[in-house]
């Protein structure tokens, strides 16, 4: 069993920058991040294969979120710039030791999230 640990969440105002950390306990050929707002769905925020060739964003947080990984540390890491208060939410670190999909009934792992407030 893959334990997944995030830490960076934090309470910031608006066009501020959080980094967000999760470290793996194994190695996984994807990871990404998802988040969850209040009373909304959970949602993809991006995601990456095992040698960043493949990274996948959806156009709400494109140009403003930068996924990266280390390998050496099974880790991988969200930059969140110019954050809006739409981006609050709880954020959830995901592996997959498969595939790299958008969907988060796919993704095999899960960290236990890290709250992100951005107040306006």
């Known amino acids: 069993q893959v334990q997944l640990a995030e830490s960076g969440g934090g309470l910031v105002q608006a066009g501020d920058s959080l980094r967000l950390s999760c470290a793996a306990s194994g190695r996984m050929y994807a990871m990404g991040w998802f988040r969850q707002g209040p009373g909304k769905e959970r949602e993809f925020v991006v995601g990456m294969d095992w040698n960043g060739r493949r990274t996948l964003y959806p156009d709400s947080v494109k140009g403003r979120f930068t996924i990266s990984r280390d390998n050496a540390k099974n880790s991988v890491y969200l930059q969140m710039n110019s954050l809006k208060p739409e981006d609050t939410a709880v954020y959830f670190c995901?592996?997959?030791?498969?595939?790299?999909?958008?969907?988060?009934?796919?993704?095999?792992?899960w960290g236990q999230g890290t709250q992100v407030t951005v107040s306006s």
């Open positions: 995901a592996a997959d030791a498969k595939i790299l999909s958008t969907g988060p009934g796919t993704w095999d792992y």
